[in-house]
């Protein structure tokens, strides 16, 4: 990073040799004043107390519209408020679901009325070891928001359940229209799965968890190791909010009181199929009776049936017919957000807003509760700091969300509900999920903000401990992590020492990034994770397996707080606007390779150009601001650098566009946008277009986002005080209008 190295530079050859070490955005005054107030956080988020507030958190079921939810959402609210934050509780009506029955049968091959049938969908069988895993809860399986039905068909396997798999199936001669299509988990969202299966014409959709995947395949089973016994399943919701997150009848407008509600039926987002979660054990009934082609290739074949004679996975149809009966509802609850603010002292409106969900399928000791444990944590440090006179410089505001797990639901009502006020004031958002479930730091955010991720990963000592000099940084180093079983970001286009993803849906930055054009940040210590979504997701399985001692859940609290902090304080946002346009030129030439994208590849090579000219220019812009920052005399509190924080905010911005993307127009980024995996997509616009094989709206597209970069060229050079070049020029097509949107 050119301009980081100069601003590096420059300080150390300035600044007195005592002096702390400069921190990217600080003037040497304002750097010793924030290593002061980090040094005096660091000392408070304790392992202890991590695992004390967990303990609390966890100590019923906590599903969003529940009796045990309230509780959390009260303590949440009761002890920000001791911290000495001000809390607000805001409230949504929003359409949720739950189970009221579910059964389903494995018939023999002629179907009997009653002779020969076998009951699956049996229940999470209780661990002794661990007494909260003996609940009725665990009783029986069931995804939100799937339809009530009675269906009775042949199976196909079909994997994942992806569209390649279907395609895949096709060519052995294998449909799945009329039948009940069978897929593992993992390999995408499960959302994905079931729009698939709807539009490939199944009859429901059985998702189970191959122990190949998250079971005894990978290692030993809880309570003797992270994974997944045989018996154990994956709730979710059964939703397609990676065209619309959100409550589901108010799509685009925050579901308050007496605001428009449109039909289930008009919902976009709600599935038309039946889908229930199955148990390895489960599912191994149904594999071990399907006749048929084997597996096309090893990719296909897991380990429900064990490694003996018999073991290879046969994808039907049938004989193996099931016949499934589910009732759940779709209701319309409360649900509420637990906001709590520090008030900044000198830029009061900007926010820096900490991001984690309250709610669980069960007890979700790693998902989400691990996260609300290290915010927690954050914020009665920062509390406790702010009685002694360190105050943040800007507002940080610590969002507890209710409804996660639905559709994003607390966070996206809350993100319509304040959009105005968020698109001018919002400096980033840093969310914090599954804090911790492992060791292996795993980020993923907007391009402006991975250096400064780095930054602080350098700052800050190896929660393994042993050795003094040994960061997180180098420990990051050493594990090359990069995204996690239960993960949805993909790593960035430039494979790094410290390898920062780029962010995809499935967590509560979705509102904030993907339509509101704030940075974002997406923060997590991954691990084997075999109890996604289970009953086995509890504090015993956290303090024994996930986080043993609490290490980094605290950690955690402790890297989140000082990348806040370095957000809320620095004079010069620490954003790094030329590794953007180096990201999107790498996407734009990656398109144009393959062979969707070769009939533009004349117009990406301009996007790509037009991309570098946006590098080059915030790169000159930062460095004349890294000077300006150097030349602050050290008495001064701070730099004068103008609108330069205002043309840093802008950058996510502007490329953001409020007329959304073609058929999904609430995504409004044109750099990155969920697929139905939950997957990043990078240029979502134009390589949907191309996909589909439209390309005049594939060059519509690439023009559009060709303007806004060109735009914010021209600002780059305005605030560095550089010409700016002429940009795009032959390489270019001339702009076309921008087709209607939905």
């Known amino acids: ?103 389903i049968e494995l018939l023999d091959a002629a179907g009997a009325s009653g002779e020969g049938r076998i009951p699956l969908g049996r229940g999470e069988e209780p661990i002794a070891a661990d007494p909260d895993t003996a609940i009725p809860e665990a009783a029986m399986p ?17 994997n994942r359940g992806s569209p390649e798999d279907y395609d895949r199936l096709e060519k052995l001669g294998v449909r799945i229209r009329g039948r009940i299509a069978l897929a593992r988990y993992f390999g995408g969202y499960r959302g994905g799965k079931s729009l698939e299966a709807e539009k490939r014409g199944a009859l429901a959709l059985l998702v189970y968890s191959d122990p190949a995947d998250d079971g005894a395949a990978k290692g030993p089973v809880y309570p003797d190791g992270p994974w997944g ?53 489960d599912a191994a009934e149904i594999l071990k009776r399907l006749e048929g082609p084997a597996v096309p290739d090893e990719a296909w074949q897991g380990k429900a049936l064990g490694n003996g004679a018999g073991a290879t996975y046969r994808v039907g ?84 969300w209710d409804a996660e797990e639905y559709t994003l639901t607390g966070s996206t009502e809350w993100g319509e509900d304040n959009a105005a006020d968020l698109a001018e004031n919002a400096v980033a958002c840093i969310n914090v999920d599954e804090a911790a479930h492992g060791t292996q730091f795993s980020p993923a955010a907007t391009p402006l903000l991975f250096e400064t991720i780095r930054e602080v990963a350098r700052d800050l000592p190896d929660p393994a401990g042993g050795r003094p000099d040994r960061s997180l940084a180098d420990a990051w180093k050493e594990s090359g992590a990069g995204g996690g079983i239960s993960g949805y970001s993909s790593l960035a286009g430039a494979r790094d020492a410290l390898p920062v993803g780029v962010l995809g849906s499935g967590s509560d930055y979705t509102v904030f990034f993907n339509r509101l054009g704030i940075a974002s940040a997406d923060l997590t210590f991954d691990g084997p994770y ?166 005049d709206l594939a060059r519509a597209e690439t023009e559009r986002l060709g303007r806004r970069i060109d735009a914010a060229s021209q600002a780059a050079h305005l605030l560095g005080g550089t010409s700016a070049p002429r940009i795009g020029g032959a390489t270019s097509p001339p702009p076309r209008p921008t087709p209607p949107r939905r």
């Open 317 to 400: 149809p049938g004989p193996a017919r099931v016949h499934l009966a589910i009732e759940n509802t779709r209701e319309t609850r409360t649900i509420t957000d637990v906001i709590a603010t520090l008030r900044g002292t000198d830029e009061p409106a900007r926010k820096v807003l900490l991001s984690n969900h309250y709610d669980a399928w069960v007890y979700g000791a790693a998902d989400p509760s691990a996260g609300t444990s290290a915010l927690l944590s954050l914020g009665r440090a920062l509390g406790a700091l702010a009685r002694t006179g360190f105050r943040p410089r800007r507002t940080l505001v610590i969002a507890a």
């Open 1 to 103: 990073m050119r301009h980081a190295l100069a601003l590096t530079l420059i300080l150390a050859a300035t600044a007195p040799p005592d002096a702390p070490a400069p921190i990217r955005g600080f003037t040497a005054a304002r750097a010793a004043w924030q290593r002061e107030y980090e040094r005096r956080f660091l000392e408070l988020p304790t392992p202890e107390e991590c695992g004390a507030i967990l303990r609390e958190l966890t100590r019923t079921p906590h599903l969003a519209g529940t009796a045990g939810n309230a509780r959390v959402a009260d303590f949440l609210a009761a002890e920000y408020r001791k911290a000495g934050f001000t809390v607000e509780t805001p409230t949504y009506d929003v359409l949720l679901s739950y189970p009221r029955s579910a059964r």
């Open 530 to 695: 075999g109890v996604y979504h289970s009953v086995y997701d509890t504090y015993r399985w956290m303090a024994t397996q996930g986080d043993p001692g609490f290490r980094y859940t605290a950690a955690m609290a402790r890297y989140a707080g000082v990348l806040a902090l370095r957000l809320a304080n620095a004079d010069l946002l620490p954003f790094d606007g030329a590794a953007y346009g180096r990201e999107i030129a790498r996407y734009a030439r990656g398109l144009a390779a393959q062979p969707e994208g070769a009939p533009l590849a004349r117009e990406l090579a301009g996007l790509a150009g037009r991309a570098e000219a946006w590098s080059a220019a915030a790169a000159a812009a930062q460095d004349a601001l890294s000077a300006k920052l150097a030349s602050t005399p050290t008495g001064d509190a701070r730099a004068d650098v103008g609108g330069a924080n205002a043309w840093l905010l802008s950058l996510e911005r502007s490329v953001c566009d409020p007329a959304g993307l073609p058929h999904r127009g609430w995504f409004r980024h044109l750099i990155y946008a969920p697929l139905p995996s939950y997957v990043a997509e990078t240029l979502p616009g134009v390589r949907e277009a191309l996909l589909a094989g439209d390309q």
């Open 142 to 158: 069931w995804n939100a928001y799937a339809p009530s039905g009675e269906v009775t068909g042949d199976v196909v396997y079909v």
């Open 229 to 281: 016994n045989d018996s154990h399943f994956q709730r979710g919701a059964d939703v397609y909010d990676f065209k619309i997150p959100g409550d589901p009848l108010t799509p685009g407008w925050p579901s308050r009181t007496g605001m428009r509600r449109i039909a289930q039926k008009d919902s976009p987002i709600l599935p038309a199929i039946a889908m229930m979660p199955l148990s390895a054990r």
